[in-house]
């Protein structure tokens, strides 16, 4: 995806998703300079129909979790097969879709700040730099558990793109859920998340029912 574009999808959808790491936080965030949709204003919409509002949903969280239409869907669809068959409450249903995308190793990298975004966080996994429980792992859709403990590879540890990473965690603010030793550049999954401590910026009852047609 350009640079440029993914400011245009937060503000097109009307959400910081966080895409640009940093530039997320500082001022020049586009999404406070120019907090409405790309194009000339006159010809945006500004009501939607029900599609357009579980779509507008579904694409919010999806482009959060910086996640192709395939993933995305395949995880949505488990989750209303597994509701299905063993009887799943409405309620659990967005726990357990929130707890499978927060347990994306891409994403797990991100909230310790080892990375300051998704897409940046995808990227070091695909290069080998980070272990799971002292195994090298490169796949960033990998799922992580509990007690599962996060390192920097040796060989890694001396590059430059981790040279301040020690600043990133400054300002980092890591979640409940999970634990980080910045010293030893490790982390710990301490317990699985719940839908209040993540609170992603979507309803996501309507991403069920966009998907449910």
Not at 19 to 28: H, N, Q, V, Y
Not at 46 to 52: D, K, M, Q, V
Not at 68 to 78: H, L
Not at 151 to 169: C, M, P
Request: glycine content about 6%; charged content about 35%.
């Amino acid at each position: 995806m350009p640079i440029n574009s993914k400011c245009k999808t937060c503000r097109r959808l009307g959400t910081k998703l966080f895409l640009k790491g940093d530039k997320c936080f500082s001022p020049k965030c586009p999404m406070l300079r120019r907090p409405y949709p790309p194009g000339r204003r006159k010809k945006r919409r500004t009501t939607f129909s029900e599609y357009g509002k579980e779509l507008r949903e579904k694409q919010k969280l999806r482009n959060w979790y910086n996640l192709r239409e395939t993933q995305f869907k395949n995880y949505v669809k488990e989750i209303l097969k597994k509701r299905g068959r063993s009887g799943t409450e409405k309620e659990d249903a967005p726990t357990l879709l929130i707890q499978k995308l927060e347990r994306r190793f891409d994403n797990i990298i991100f909230r310790m700040g080892f990375a300051d975004s998704r897409p940046r966080a995808r990227q070091l996994i695909s290069h080998g730099h980070f272990l799971i429980n002292g195994k090298k792992v490169n796949i960033p859709s990998f799922q992580v558990k509990k007690g599962d403990k996060i390192s920097i590879s040796e060989s890694s540890r001396g590059k430059n793109i981790f040279k301040d990473i020690s600043i990133t965690f400054k300002k980092k603010q890591i979640p409940s859920w999970l634990s980080v030793n910045a010293q030893k550049l490790e982390g710990e999954i301490k317990s699985l998340p719940t839908l209040i401590e993540v609170a992603p910026p979507v309803e996501i009852s309507m991403i069920f029912e966009f998907y449910s047609r």
